[in-house]
């Protein structure tokens, strides 16, 4: 027996990982797409300014917009084609159609956006926000009067209908039978598709045999007109909402012995609170927006007017319509403030918008792991 020793091998170092470029791999680098469009966009943009400064007309946002998601789509097909080969860069293609058609969707948007930010921005100061358009003939004034009886308006309406047309849901989802459910059912569609003059029409006839006064105008019977376009919608909304929650817990409510309608307080509505918030604020989008039935029912004044039930009051929709139609000497004070009052219409909603999205996220049930 041999004593001695086999010498032991030094351990050998694992090679490092080599890191290959994701040119040569045969894929593009991440973040491709998003330069590849950023870039697009930036030429387009380029292109219609200097149109636009040389032939002394607007630049063109929707122009820009549309053809530099066409640029992309087929600079990206191209890349791919060049470094992945030709099936990644048909996904590739076809993922920027998608991306395309979904532009063209947005470009009347876009457009009306950026129209009437322009436009706003000049007379968008302190003072169109803290003063009213009395005994203002000229240059000057502001919209104040017009945004507060929005808000109240809009506010009184939301708090007739929300009630009225969550109730309706409730009912028809949880309770509702027979003859009477399909025909609160399709009166509701019916009344989804009426033209807001003809709620503007009802509410007027209706204060007029209630009051006897045929030129009787206010700021709550434009808040029942507008109620009357709110809570078809809401209804509507909350419904297809209230008929997502799974019937499995309903059933585990009813197992434990809890009524149907605490069930439906505690289980059913805080599992569709953030469906049914954002069914109301959509409701409210749809008639912030109304002028036609304001016009008939609340009148408009270039005053202050905090009482609903008294006088008439001035909105952000007849404010624009006034402001455009009956222009005055200086024209363009006029058109300023029509814009100014169509981009702070614009921001309202938008802030209503947001509200809801924090409200249905705080009230929306947490679920654990």
Same mark, same amino acid.
């Given at each position: 027996?041999?004593?001695? #020793? ?8 694992? #090679? ?24 697009? @966009? ?22 820009? *917009? +549309? ?10 097909? &191209? ?15 076809? $993922? #920027? ?54 808000? @109240?308006?809009?506010?009184? #309406? ?14 028809? %989802? ?13 009166? &509701?569609? %019916? ?17 007029? @045999? ?18 009357? =376009?709110?809570?078809? &919608?809401? %209804? ?17 409510? +009813? ?7 605490? $069930?439906?307080?505690? *289980? &059913? ?7 049914? %918030? ?15 039935? @304001? ?6 004044? $270039? ?12 909105? =952000? ?13 200086? $024209? ?38």
């Amino acid at each position: 027996m041999s004593l001695t #020793a086999t010498p032991r091998k030094a351990p050998q170092r694992d #090679a490092a990982p080599t890191v290959e470029n994701a040119l040569t791999a045969g894929m593009l680098p991440r973040f491709t797409s998003l330069w590849v469009l950023i870039g697009c @966009l930036a030429a387009t943009s380029a292109f219609f300014a200097i149109l636009a400064a040389a032939n002394g007309g607007e630049f063109s946002i929707v122009g820009a *917009v +549309f053809f530099g998601v066409v640029l992309y789509a087929i600079v990206i097909w &191209v890349l791919s084609r060049i470094i992945e080969g030709r099936r990644k860069a048909a996904d590739r293609f076809v $993922t #920027a159609l998608v991306a395309t058609a979904f532009t063209i969707a947005l470009l009347p948007l876009i457009s009306v956006t950026w129209t009437t930010v322009v436009n706003g921005l000049p007379r968008f100061d302190l003072q169109f926000f803290s003063q009213s358009m009395r005994n203002v003939v000229g240059a000057g004034g502001g919209a104040l009067h017009a945004i507060v009886g929005t808000l @109240l308006i809009t506010g009184m #309406a939301a708090l007739i209908s929300v009630p009225v047309g969550l109730l309706t849901a409730i009912y028809l %989802v949880e309770y509702g039978r027979g003859r009477l459910k399909h025909g609160i059912t399709f009166f &509701v569609d %019916v009344m989804t598709g009426i033209p807001s003059i003809v709620a503007g029409l009802f509410a007027f006839a209706l204060f007029a @045999l209630i009051t006897g006064d045929p030129g009787y105008r206010s700021g709550f019977a434009g808040s029942i007109a507008l109620s009357v =376009l709110m809570i078809p &919608v809401v %209804v509507r909304s909350s419904e297809e909402m209230l008929r997502l929650v799974p019937n499995e817990l309903r059933e585990a409510s +009813f197992a434990l012995g809890v009524p149907k309608w605490l $069930t439906i307080v505690k *289980v &059913v509505l805080p599992t569709s609170i953030a469906g049914i %918030v954002t069914g109301v604020m959509l409701s409210i989008a749809r008639v912030i927006g109304e002028t036609a039935p @304001l016009l008939i029912v609340a009148g408009f004044t $270039t005053s202050m007017n905090y009482n609903l039930f008294s006088e008439r009051m001035m909105t =952000l929709p007849v404010f624009v319509y006034t402001q455009y139609m009956n222009q005055g000497t200086d $024209t363009q004070a006029y058109i300023d403030r029509a814009w100014a009052g169509a981009l702070t219409l614009i921001l309202i909603v938008a802030i209503l918008n947001v509200i809801a999205r924090i409200v249905a996220k705080v009230f929306s049930p947490k679920f654990g792991r």
